[in-house]
């Protein structure tokens, strides 16, 4: 197979700058996230403000999270139940809840695509270029989402989640032995990736903080893209056509839909949201 390091070397750099963006912004609302971490501190947590909070919360997600899927079927229906009684609740708000899931997420993306990078059609030296650069770039990046996530909660007076999400490691356990070529490979990173896309919609609007909330909806950006990519990987896969898995892409040989492939939706859906308390520290 022919790769044109030069223009992959050009599509990473892209790829990179539109990910400097979103931490550049990141950063941004973290820095005016530190006075509003302060107070909270020091004022402690209202088991009042947790509560009702966590009710408007449990509304704006109720609305989609039980679609299909495995990520919708893992466990969101008694989670909900449990929402508003959790212990959790006495002790932190639901924005430090939901950044810590975020977290959780992130750390789960990590260690999923570490895995990834291990089968030789994915990582080794069968692996195609474009689809190994691609795993190691976004593997990099939800490390540093994980870290965002896992400030913006410190700041609030929540702790740091460096666990993976309990609920998405079981789907990914036991996903794991059918991972025996590239498109169950890709699928799971495509469920993986817009569960972490519409979890961070749903979010956004649930945050109480506003800088919580330009956080997550930077990071929501580039889950995005994540998906759009995959997608676009998958379809060419599916197709029988790996081989124009390439950079330069060939584009007189790609399928009609190669254009539009990546963007199913105008607007994100939230059905494979995850519960504020899913990734929550015990």
């Known amino acids: 197979m022919s790769i044109d390091q030069r223009t992959l070397a050009e599509r990473v750099e892209e790829s990179k700058d539109l990910h400097s963006d979103s931490m550049r912004d990141t950063h941004a609302a973290l820095d005016e996230m530190v006075d509003v971490g302060h107070e909270r501190i020091a004022g402690g947590v209202d088991p009042d403000e947790g509560h009702q909070l966590a009710s408007e919360t449990s509304r704006l997600l109720s609305g989609g999270v039980m679609g299909g899927g495995a990520l919708a079927a893992a466990g969101f229906g008694a989670a909900l139940v449990a929402l508003v009684g959790s212990p959790a609740f006495a002790s932190q708000t639901t924005d430090v809840q939901m950044l810590q899931t975020s977290a959780a997420i992130e750390n789960l993306a990590v260690a999923t695509y570490q895995v990834a990078l291990t089968l030789p059609f994915i990582g080794g030296a069968s692996a195609l270029p474009v689809v190994k650069t691609f795993v190691t770039t976004t593997m990099n990046q939800h490390a540093d989402h994980a870290k965002a996530f896992n400030a913006a909660c410190i700041t609030l007076g929540g702790k740091a989640q460096n666990n993976p999400d309990p609920t ?3 789907v990914v356990n036991k996903a794991k032995p059918t991972l025996n070529g590239p498109a169950p490979v890709v699928a799971l990173a495509i469920e993986l990736e817009t569960g972490a896309a519409e979890t961070y919609v749903a979010y956004t609007s649930a945050l109480s903080n506003l800088n ?7 990071i929501m950006g580039i889950e995005a893209q994540h998906v759009a990519v995959l997608l676009a990987v998958q379809a060419l896969i599916a197709a029988g056509h790996p081989d124009l898995i390439t950079l330069p892409p060939p584009l007189a040989q790609l399928p009609a839909a190669a254009g539009s492939v990546g963007f199913p939706n105008a607007f994100y859906k939230t059905d494979m949201a995850r ?8």
């Open 212 to 218: 919580a909330r330009k956080v997550t909806a930077s």
């Open 168 to 170: 998405l490691l079981a």
């Open 275 to 282: 519960p504020a308390t899913e990734g929550v520290l015990k």
